[in-house]
């Protein structure tokens, strides 16, 4: 049971100021510890009124943003980084707080998002069109990047600061507005990052927060004044919310769910391949859409891996992400928890083998936490449950199979295309994998290939409904429109010219 409930309450941000909800309902959240199953604060939940309200002031905002040079944008991205790194220390204590995860990996997590915020400072040149002169006589044709106009951002509770980080700032730079529906579950850190862009020189109504649930996010999908939406979150919700938004005119990108397989060969390095897994699989509990959550044994190597990743999940530390010993924290609700217990319970029922059981794992001190070890899997077969969903927890099934080619069909089969590994010491089973495998994200020896912010992060697939991925170079693509100029003046035009109904042509 919860321990008490809070009535510190964390409303709306419109406009540059901190805004009551509007509605003529009042509703609240509640905000909990994950570690301790704490009601730690409330959060208002808006609805269709409080969506407007925020729209209106990212419209009545973007006239002049749109109009403000590009190096002046990339010079408030300049200052925001500086607060970013100023208040990291601030932003990683909520992310534990609110999500659970450990203070490290809280700071790994907005390092990367402070990454894009880099990337956006270099706007004034990734803003550049092209020209080609003289297309034809006196005339010449270029192309301009625009700003859509209003976009939404709705994030998950998985990433609190990263995610929002990784839309944000590229959608302001690019010239447009914004309004941030953050997770309801975890919403300081999205109400931190949008205090310090003000601070940074963000003028009043370019980005804005609603907190709130499904109310708040249909509303952003049908808003009329709305251009762009960006999404990252579960699969089933990634379709909703392409199907709504685009049927509504809207630009859309969403990026779903996972089931990244990390492949192992007989001549991978097990001692690096073993600590590499255990992080991908039980970092931040497993709730990355990142994880490696299946390992695909190739040949031999299946005993002594499976006997390798027990031992080492055995001995991972667990408990409150405050704690400086523990490498693991606790998953975001009980409900979830339960969810992922359930899983576990399935798997079991339908045969694989339970090496490393987590289901009763007891933290000191931490009774009411939402706590699960790590679980281990070894003689998961495809048509099993936990190979088939996306557990989102501490869950790592083992697959075996023969060959590095039934490996990749395996995985080339899987409905989910987000991310994949190949573990070896061979360039050319590399070399094979990178190319036949049907995934957008790839490591090599690297178990969670998340790109670096001057490339574009996305799957194929079931894990992304739309054209672009988000930020790097696509993100560019996506918060523009390309508009292309051929322009001749009257001085330039032959003495012969004389009118025609012909199609014009050029190049002569």
Same mark, same amino acid.
Request: proline share 6%; hydrophobic share 45%; aromatic share 6%.
């Given at each position: 049971?919860?321990?008490?409930?809070?009535?510190?309450?964390?409303?709306?941000?419109?406009?540059?100021?901190?805004?009551?909800?509007?509605?003529?309902?009042?509703?609240?959240?509640?905000?909990?510890?994950?570690?301790?199953?704490?009601?730690?604060?409330?959060?208002?939940?808006?609805?269709?009124?409080?969506?407007?309200?925020?729209?209106?002031?990212?419209?009545?905002?973007?006239?002049?943003?749109?109009?403000?040079?590009?190096?002046?944008?990339?010079?408030?991205?300049?200052?925001?980084?500086?607060?970013?790194?100023?208040?990291?220390?601030?932003?990683?204590?909520?992310?534990?707080?609110?999500?659970?995860?450990?203070?490290?990996?809280?700071?790994?997590?907005?390092?990367?998002?402070?990454?894009?915020?880099?990337?956006?400072?270099?706007?004034?040149?990734?803003?550049?069109?092209?020209?080609?002169?003289?297309?034809?006589?006196?005339?010449?044709?270029?192309?301009?990047?625009?700003?859509?106009?209003?976009?939404?951002?709705?994030?998950?509770?998985?990433?609190?600061?990263?995610?929002?980080?990784?839309?944000?700032?590229?959608?302001?730079?690019?010239?447009?507005?914004?309004?941030?529906?953050?997770?309801?579950?975890?919403?300081?850190?999205?109400?931190?990052? #949008?205090?310090?862009?003000?601070? +940074? $020189?963000?003028?009043? !109504?370019?980005?804005? =927060? /609603?907190? %709130?649930?499904?109310?708040? @996010?249909?509303?952003?999908?049908?808003?009329?004044?709305?251009?762009?939406?960006?999404?990252?979150?579960?699969?089933?919700?990634?379709?909703?919310?392409?199907?709504?938004?685009?049927?509504?005119?809207?630009?859309?990108?969403?990026?779903?769910?996972?089931?990244?397989?990390?492949?192992?060969?007989?001549?991978?390095?097990?001692?690096?391949?073993?600590?590499?897994?255990?992080?991908?699989?039980?970092?931040?509990?497993?709730?990355?859409?990142?994880?490696?959550?299946?390992?695909?044994?190739?040949?031999?190597?299946?005993?002594?891996?499976?006997?390798?990743?027990?031992?080492?999940?055995?001995?991972?530390?667990?408990?409150?992400?405050?704690?400086?010993?523990?490498?693991?924290?606790?998953?975001?609700?009980?409900?979830?928890?339960?969810? #992922?217990?359930?899983?576990?319970? +399935? $798997?079991?029922?339908? !045969?694989?083998?339970? =090496? /490393?059981? %987590?289901?009763?794992?007891? @933290?000191?001190?931490?009774?009411?936490?939402?706590?699960?070890?790590?679980?281990?899997?070894?003689?998961?077969?495809?048509?099993?449950?936990?190979?088939?969903?996306?557990?989102?927890?501490?869950?790592?099934?083992?697959?075996?199979?023969?060959?590095?080619?039934?490996?990749?069909?395996?995985?080339?089969?899987?409905?989910?295309?987000?991310?994949?590994?190949?573990?070896?010491?061979?360039?050319?089973?590399?070399?094979?994998?990178?190319?036949?495998?049907?995934?957008?994200?790839?490591?090599?020896?690297?178990?969670?290939?998340?790109?670096?912010?001057?490339?574009?992060?996305?799957?194929?697939?079931?894990?992304?409904?739309?054209?672009?991925?988000?930020?790097?170079?696509?993100?560019?693509?996506?918060?523009?429109?390309?508009?292309?100029?051929?322009?001749?003046?009257?001085?330039?035009?032959?003495?012969?010219?004389?009118?025609?109904? /012909?199609?014009?042509?050029?190049?002569?």
């Amino acid at each position: 049971m919860n321990q008490r409930v809070s009535t510190e309450r964390i409303e709306h941000w419109i406009g540059g100021a901190s805004v009551a909800s509007g509605e003529a309902e009042l509703r609240f959240g509640e905000v909990t510890n994950p570690a301790t199953g704490e009601v730690i604060r409330q959060v208002a939940l808006g609805g269709a009124k409080d969506v407007a309200t925020a729209v209106a002031a990212a419209r009545a905002a973007l006239p002049g943003w749109r109009a403000t040079p590009p190096m002046k944008r990339a010079r408030v991205m300049m200052k925001y980084r500086e607060l970013l790194e100023t208040n990291r220390e601030a932003l990683v204590q909520l992310i534990t707080q609110e999500h659970g995860k450990t203070l490290d990996d809280a700071r790994g997590e907005v390092t990367r998002g402070i990454e894009v915020v880099e990337f956006a400072i270099g706007i004034p040149h990734l803003l550049k069109g092209e020209i080609a002169p003289q297309v034809g006589t006196g005339v010449d044709t270029y192309s301009i990047h625009q700003p859509v106009g209003v976009c939404a951002g709705i994030t998950p509770f998985n990433f609190p600061a990263m995610v929002p980080l990784w839309m944000f700032p590229m959608a302001v730079a690019c010239g447009n507005t914004f309004v941030l529906k953050p997770s309801e579950k975890v919403p300081s850190a999205a109400l931190l990052l #949008v205090r310090l862009a003000r601070e +940074a $020189g963000l003028p009043d !109504g370019v980005l804005n =927060v /609603v907190n %709130g649930d499904k109310a708040a @996010v249909d509303a952003l999908l049908t808003h009329p004044d709305v251009n762009a939406v960006s999404f990252v979150g579960s699969t089933p919700i990634a379709q909703y919310i392409y199907s709504t938004a685009s049927a509504h005119g809207k630009r859309v990108q969403a990026l779903g769910g996972a089931k990244n397989h990390g492949v192992v060969m007989p001549d991978a390095d097990l001692d690096f391949t073993v600590d590499a897994l255990i992080g991908a699989a039980y970092g931040s509990a497993g709730e990355r859409c990142m994880a490696i959550s299946v390992a695909v044994a190739v040949g031999d190597v299946a005993d002594q891996l499976v006997a390798r990743l027990a031992q080492a999940a055995k001995a991972l530390p667990v408990g409150d992400g405050t704690d400086p010993v523990a490498q693991m924290g606790p998953l975001i609700t009980r409900v979830h928890c339960d969810k #992922v217990k359930g899983f576990v319970d +399935a $798997g079991v029922d339908e !045969g694989a083998k339970l =090496v /490393v059981d %987590g289901r009763g794992l007891k @933290v000191a001190q931490r009774d009411d936490g939402f706590f699960i070890g790590p679980c281990l899997f070894d003689n998961v077969t495809p048509d099993m449950s936990i190979y088939r969903n996306e557990i989102f927890g501490p869950v790592l099934s083992v697959v075996r199979v023969n060959t590095l080619e039934e490996a990749i069909a395996l995985i080339n089969r899987n409905p989910y295309a987000n991310g994949t590994a190949v573990f070896t010491t061979s360039g050319g089973a590399a070399r094979r994998f990178e190319d036949e495998i049907e995934v957008g994200m790839v490591g090599v020896n690297v178990p969670i290939p998340v790109p670096v912010s001057y490339f574009s992060f996305g799957g194929w697939r079931n894990s992304l409904f739309g054209d672009q991925h988000i930020y790097g170079p696509e993100s560019v693509r996506f918060y523009t429109r390309s508009k292309v100029v051929t322009r001749r003046w009257s001085e330039g035009r032959p003495a012969n010219a004389t009118s025609s109904l /012909v199609m014009p042509t050029l190049g002569q």
